[in-house]
């Protein structure tokens, strides 16, 4: 299952619909915490998370997961690709950052390393 946490419902369902297209299991949150509050936590193969959300941000929700020992590959999208972010990003092992809008071949490409790395 890839887990897509944005809250921006377009975003959201666009990449929803794109990694659905490739017949993969997806599951879809507009917030961090509600992906933290759910069973799909435990099941997620792979996590794409927008940096910048209210609340809690993408790089906090990577940082949870490993505090819970949920070493899943993630991939961060932002409308606000600073170097900053992208060294916070890799520090925290991830598999892409990638800028609004991004590439969808990109993005898929970035999919699919996280899946091999679960394999």
């Known amino acids: 299952m890839i887990a897509i946490i944005d809250d921006d419902d377009e975003v959201r ?3 929803e619909n794109l990694i659905q297209s490739c017949g993969l299991e997806t599951c879809a949150f507009g ?10 936590v435990t099941k997620s193969r792979c996590v794409i998370t927008d940096v910048q959300m209210p609340g809690m941000t993408g790089m ?6 490993i505090d819970r020992g949920i070493n ?13 972010l992208r060294l916070q990003a890799e520090a925290l092992g991830a598999i892409g950052f990638l800028s609004k809008p ?4 990109r993005l898929l490409m970035c999919v699919g390393l996280a899946l091999d790395r679960n394999t």
């Open 102 to 105: 991004f590439d969808a071949g």
């Open 60 to 65: 906090e929700l990577s940082k949870a997961l």
């Open 13 to 15: 369902s666009a990449t």
């Open 31 to 40: 917030s961090a915490q509600e992906f933290l509050n759910s069973s799909a």
């Open 72 to 84: 899943v590959p993630t991939i961060f999208i932002t409308a606000f690709p600073q170097e900053r």
